[in-house]
């Protein structure tokens, strides 16, 4: 099962794959991680495009394996989001603006979430997974 955390810069995404992980017990890819290994900060159009092939890749393996696997990035098109193809999507709304406008300018509200996050606090991770999990 592949689930997509996505929003902003500062939304959360990280925040809040870090406390999912242990209880879903899946691989977890983060967006700057992934971004380091590959050596590759192209934020451009065809950039985010080859990171959103990049986490795909990265997921589809985990997931072939059968493992849950959880990539946080920003995901900022419908384009970038259909190249990754989750099971799963949460959106991390809690922020109207990012701290990248460049980002701000190209992020496109994502239509079929399967869960939006609209405020930070400490239980977001266990509804989550309690909800995920009642499926698997």
Same mark, same amino acid.
């Given at each position: =099962? +592949?689930? *997509?955390?996505?929003?902003?810069?500062?939304? &959360?995404?990280?925040?809040?794959?870090?406390?999912?992980? $242990?209880?879903?017990?899946?691989?977890?890819?983060?967006?700057?991680?992934?971004?380091?290994?590959?050596?590759?900060?192209?934020?451009?159009?065809?950039?985010?495009?080859?990171?959103?092939?990049? =986490? +795909?890749? *990265?997921?589809?393996?985990?997931?072939?394996? &059968?493992?849950?696997?959880?990539?946080?990035?920003?995901? $900022?098109?419908?384009?970038?989001?259909?190249?990754?193809?989750?099971?799963?999507?949460?959106?991390?709304?809690?922020?109207?603006?990012?701290?990248?406008?460049?980002?701000?300018?190209?992020?496109?509200?994502?239509?079929?979430?399967?869960?939006?996050?609209?405020?930070?606090?400490?239980?977001?991770?266990?509804?989550?997974?309690?909800?995920?999990l009642k499926n698997v």
């Amino acid at each position: =099962m +592949k689930i *997509l955390i996505m929003g902003l810069p500062g939304s &959360g995404k990280t925040y809040l794959a870090k406390r999912l992980q $242990p209880l879903l017990k899946a691989a977890w890819y983060n967006a700057d991680i992934v971004r380091e290994m590959a050596n590759d900060w192209d934020f451009s159009p065809e950039g985010r495009i080859r990171q959103s092939l990049r =986490m +795909k890749n *990265l997921a589809d393996y985990e997931k072939s394996h &059968g493992r849950i696997v959880i990539c946080d990035f920003v995901c $900022p098109t419908r384009e970038t989001k259909k190249n990754f193809d989750p099971d799963i999507t949460v959106w991390m709304n809690t922020i109207k603006a990012g701290r990248f406008e460049d980002t701000n300018k190209m992020f496109e509200e994502p239509k079929d979430v399967n869960f939006r996050i609209t405020e930070m606090n400490d239980k977001n991770h266990e509804f989550i997974a309690k909800e995920i999990l009642k499926n698997v």
